[in-house]
């Protein structure tokens, strides 16, 4: 006897019975199997970021905690090392701006002055030297290019004697021009291999047209290249201006009269030998300090992660 055309099984249809079936039976419904995926995956993406809060926060609790104590009296700084602090005092910031011989805005101003001839200078120069090995042909080309990537190795205490040496002969010590100058002569190896790395990745058709057009290579320099390396410019001076603004050694040692001290060595200052040191002042002080940092990285925080990709500098 045949089945009859209601009961029998087509062909490509799922059993509905036995040990292959879907039914309690059977193995478990295929639609289970992403619910329980994407709950192991939500609970592993939650404990991704409570791990990364955590790591952050633990970054971040030196500067939390230097910013709750520019609010505490001298007496609380070191006896109450919570983040909450139970008595505000906001002495320490009128303190700290007229402790020193002259207000902390003369000393703004000397960083100030120190980090713009450093950042026009890493500009010009790295520029042109970045546009050198990386689009022009001469002799011992593939020589400087190393004798210039081994230069990053050498540590600022290697050069700084024979560095004093010659300001010194130069009479520009206790001037800002030992910090400047040498910006202006491509000093900064870095710099110059970050923009060859994006000089590279360039078309060089762009730079034949032009050529064919009539541009030297000032004019593909000045119209070409600088307009099509945004990121790699914006890279330099966001870096320029955080590490010469941050800079204590180099300052130290070029920089002894007090009228010409910049910020880090103005801080420097309110720490006393004997013991004596107002640190609310000092700690106040360096909050303030770190408000022109805050404000270059959050403005420049785009240019600098895109500089950084595109360049290959990770």
């Excluded at 079936?21 to 419904?29: D, E, S, V």
């Excluded at 104590?69 to 602090?85: D, T």
């Excluded at 960083?111 to 990386?134: E, I, K, P, R, T």
Aim: glycine share 8%.
């Amino acid at each position: 006897m045949r089945p009859s055309s209601d009961t029998a099984p087509r062909p490509g249809s799922r059993a509905t019975g036995g040990t292959g079936g879907t039914g309690p039976a059977g193995r478990r419904p295929a639609a289970v199997r992403p619910r329980g995926r994407r709950a192991r995956a939500r609970v592993g993406s939650v404990l991704k970021h409570v791990g990364l809060i955590a790591f952050g926060f633990v970054m971040l609790y030196p500067l939390l905690w230097m910013l709750a104590s520019s609010f505490k009296p001298n007496a609380l700084i070191f006896r109450e090392p919570g983040l909450i602090p139970t008595d505000i005092d906001l002495s320490n910031y009128t303190d700290g701006w007229n402790a020193l011989l002259h207000p902390f805005s003369h000393y703004l101003i000397n960083s100030a002055l120190v980090v713009l001839g450093s950042l026009l200078g890493n500009l010009l120069s790295c520029s042109l030297a970045a546009y050198a090995f990386a689009r022009l042909e001469f002799r011992g080309k593939r020589l400087w290019f190393a004798i210039m990537l081994m230069s990053i190795m050498l540590p600022i205490h290697v050069v700084i004697v024979p560095q004093y040496v010659l300001f010194s002969q130069l009479e520009w010590i206790n001037t800002f021009l030992p910090l400047i100058v040498p910006k202006l002569l491509a000093t900064d190896a870095f710099f110059i291999f970050l923009m060859v790395q994006f000089f590279r990745g360039i078309p060089r058709e762009l730079d034949e047209a032009a050529t064919l057009d009539g541009c030297n290579h000032l004019r593909i320099y000045l119209q070409i290249m600088l307009p099509l390396s945004m990121p790699a410019l914006a890279t330099t001076a966001i870096f320029t201006f955080i590490w010469t603004w941050n800079d204590f050694f180099s300052q130290l040692i070029f920089l002894t009269r007090p009228e010409m001290y910049t910020v880090p060595i103005a801080l420097r200052t309110f720490v006393d030998s004997t013991g004596e040191s107002s640190w609310g002042s000092l700690f106040a002080m360096s909050i303030v300090s770190l408000i022109p940092v805050f404000i270059a990285f959050l403005f420049g925080q785009k240019y600098l992660v895109k500089g950084i990709a595109t360049t290959g500098i990770k």
